[in-house]
């Protein structure tokens, strides 16, 4: 989650996509309370700008807006940015649509979706901003092995003609023996690193 600049590291000065952000430091509370962490100097709207504009998220419940069609949840992080719905906005979310192969289901209701196309759709939608990286927690965890083959398939093949990141979160060994690199974690520490 500090990759992702949602948690903040407890020590020490950082950065995040050449945003300087610095320690965090304890502060008491009115009347001697409790204690409060408080990053100081930490330009939070900064943050938020740059995770924006360099990451995108894939989580294994792919959390799409059930009510919005495959288009408009892919274009949800534009629209939440700007404001509000912009035409090159809608393009970009039928040419990413159309990468995915659901050109067919853009005006299909999210819950109108298989559980394989609503993953491809939560794809698309982490790629709106043209991220450098995809953080995916477990993509294919609820998916059908033919699915989360499709899928990593994808992946695999943004990865190549775009070069944008993955940093994808899976107990699934066939779907780490896919990737590049594989980060062994245990106990929160790293066991393994293997290139």
């Not at 943050?47 to 408009?72: C, K, N, W, Y």
């Not at 698309?124 to 991220?131: F, G, T, V």
């Not at 083959?149 to 780490?176: P, Y």
Request: glycine fraction near 8%.
């Amino acid at each position: 989650m500090c990759c992702s600049a949602l948690l903040r590291p407890e020590r020490s000065a950082w950065r995040f996509w050449s945003t300087p952000c610095s320690r965090c430091s304890d502060h008491r509370g009115a009347k001697g309370g409790p204690a409060l962490t408080v990053v100081g100097c930490i330009n939070t709207l900064a943050i938020r700008s740059a995770r924006a504009d360099h990451i995108g998220f894939v989580f294994q419940a792919h959390l799409l807006l059930p009510d919005f069609t495959a288009l408009e949840n892919v274009m949800f992080p534009a629209a939440a940015r700007y404001g509000r719905e912009r035409r090159e906005d809608r393009a970009r979310g039928r040419e990413l649509l159309d990468r995915v192969g659901l050109s067919d289901r853009r005006d299909y209701l999210a819950s109108q979706l298989s559980g394989g196309q609503k993953q491809r759709v939560a794809v698309a939608r982490s790629l709106m901003n043209a991220p450098e990286l995809v953080l995916a927690d477990e993509p294919t965890g609820n998916l059908d092995r033919e699915s989360a083959d499709r899928v990593m398939q994808l992946l695999t093949d943004i990865n190549t003609s775009d070069g944008t990141g993955f940093l994808i979160s899976t107990h699934d060994e066939k779907i780490a023996a896919r990737c590049r690199r594989q980060i062994y974690m245990v106990d929160g520490s790293i066991a393994e690193d293997s290139r």
